[in-house]
T-cell receptor, first 113, second 113 residues
Framework: NAGVTQTPKFQVLKTGQSMTLQCAQD?????MSWYRQDPGMGLRLIHY???????DQGEVPNGYNVSRSTTEDFPLRLLSAAPSQTSVYFC????????????FGSGTQLSVL | AQSVTQPDIHITVSEGASLELRCNYS??????LFWYVQSPGQGLQLLLK??????LVQGIKGFEAEFKRSQSSFNLRKPSVHWSDAAEYFC???????????FGTGTSLTVIP
């Protein structure tokens, strides 16, 4: 059982470039989410989804887009990367948001130059 | 507004000593409380959770936490720390009235021999 799989593990971008962080889970979880982790800031929610076709904004959504076409996948898109988006990104899923434990991917370390 | 406060940014303890990590929350609904641990370069792993019932909950790796509603606290404890416990610890709160989890800023634990 793979759990939550994130790719890539590391990425370096130039300012203005676009890219997609991939996230897939094989646990049939309805709830999926993206967090960014910055020193001294903990984990901050970017976007989340409670099921295929449904997405919503979290605490820090600006500069990021998401879509949920299938239950398994929840990609995070950076349309025009900025140095402020340098961070470690985590995808997490659970059966029911807010009440059950989150299963985390291993993270993507992104640097924007 | 919902929030989680972990007042200790960094804690150093000797191996074999007891440990207490503090967590205070602010949440209007009945809280679902979690403690996660993050080893270097890894995603977060659930240590324990509290939903209802007995206010003292046991988790993995010998950790326990006590929910005190009057103090809005959910402190994590371990009677005897092992060197392998060195990691970052996050407190989080969720609720069945919403789909979001809120994380504290984390406490970094160093264990000295």
């Amino acid at each position: 059982n793979a759990g939550v799989t994130q790719t890539p593990k590391f990425q370096v971008l130039k300012t203005g470039q676009s890219m997609t962080l991939q996230c897939a889970q094989d646990m049939n979880h309805e709830y999926m989410s993206w967090y960014r982790q910055d020193p001294g800031m903990g984990l901050r929610l970017i976007h989340y989804s409670v099921g295929a076709g449904i997405t919503d904004q979290g605490e820090v959504p600006n500069g990021y887009n998401v879509s949920r076409s299938t239950t398994e996948d929840f990609p995070l898109r950076l349309l025009s990367a900025a140095p402020s988006q340098t961070s470690v990104y985590f995808c997490a899923s659970t059966r029911t948001g807010g009440v059950e434990k989150l299963f985390f991917g291993s993270g993507t370390q992104l640097s924007v130059l | 507004a919902q929030s989680v406060t972990q007042p200790d940014i960094h804690i150093t303890v000797s191996e074999g000593a007891s440990l207490e990590l503090r967590c205070n929350y602010s949440y209007g609904a009945t809280p679902y409380l979690f403690w996660y641990v993050q080893s270097p370069g890894q995603g977060l792993q659930l240590l324990l959770k509290y939903f209802s019932g007995d206010t003292l909950v046991q988790g993995i790796k010998g950790f326990e936490a006590e929910f005190k509603r009057s103090q809005s606290s959910f402190n994590l404890r371990k009677p005897s720390v092992h060197w392998s416990d060195a990691a970052e610890y996050f407190c989080a709160v969720g609720a069945n009235t919403g789909n979001q989890f809120y994380f504290g800023t984390g406490t970094s634990l160093t264990v000295i021999p």
